[in-house]
């Protein structure tokens, strides 16, 4: 299986800062990277598909970027509304992977 | 709206058999393929299993391979797993999820999301 390595695993942040979250693959995946915000007791709620592609309804403030084996999701000004956990998730190859997920916190 | 729905979830022998399912409605769900991804108590996100739009490609996570069968009826709109020879590493929220389709493919990327279902294998 693919292995998805995300770092940090805990991020401290305030409100306004500029974030950043990689994610790695242990081998080529392409573009077929997805990232996914969740909050205690919810589903997650995906942001970016094909590595860049910001999903509908989701605001411009998050970005993804990368291909091959390193990826990163940004957050260009934390908001309240942020403060989650994150996780990558690759469809290149079955079985499907997800990273161990990264908790932004409140600094 | 896209709404999924799961239920079936319950405290299980390990050994024992459970049918989980997810209610889909707010779509043309005949057109998507369809997941189930689990969450252990305080763990991250495992996928588990996937099925094409009419049901012909199937795929599983190895740690389910052999035990655990997914299936759709397409006339009801609903999504099932079968799981067989429970384990206690099998206790976790049950998702189902939705992937994403452009106007040109779609992806095994999920856009919609079911709220979960518990299955709790516990002796």
């Known amino acids: 299986d693919i292995q998805m390595t995300q770092t940090p695993s805990t991020l401290s942040a305030s409100v306004g800062d500029r974030v950043t979250i990689t994610c790695r693959a242990s081998?080529?995946?392409?573009?077929?990277l997805a990232w996914y915000q969740q909050k205690p007791g919810k589903a997650p709620k995906l942001l970016i598909y094909r590595a860049s592609i910001l999903a509908s309804g989701v605001p411009s403030r998050f970005s993804g970027s990368g291909s091959g084996t390193e990826f990163t999701l940004a957050i260009s000004s934390l908001q309240p509304d942020d403060f989650a956990t994150y996780f990558c998730q690759q469809c290149h190859r079955y079985s499907f992977t997800f990273g161990g997920g990264t908790n932004v916190e409140i600094k | 709206e896209v709404h999924l729905l799961e239920s079936g979830g319950d405290l299980v022998q390990p050994g024992g058999s459970l049918r989980i399912s997810c209610a889909a409605s707010?779509?043309?769900?005949?057109?998507?393929?369809m997941n189930w991804v689990r969450q252990a108590p305080g763990k991250g996100l495992e996928w588990v299993s996937e099925i094409s739009d009419r049901g012909g490609s199937i795929f599983y996570a190895d740690s389910v391979k052999g035990r655990f069968t997914i299936s759709r009826d397409n006339s009801a709109n609903t999504l099932y797993l079968q799981m067989n020879s429970l384990r206690a590493e099998d206790t976790a929220l049950y998702f189902c999820?939705?992937?994403?389709?452009?106007?040109?493919?779609?992806?095994?990327?999920?856009?919609?999301w079911g709220q979960g279902t518990l299955v709790t294998v516990s002796s």
């Open positions: 707010g779509f043309t769900f005949s057109n998507y393929a």
């Open positions: 081998q080529n995946i392409n573009s077929w």
């Open positions: 999820a939705k992937g994403i389709c452009t106007d040109v493919t779609c992806y095994s990327m999920f856009d919609s």
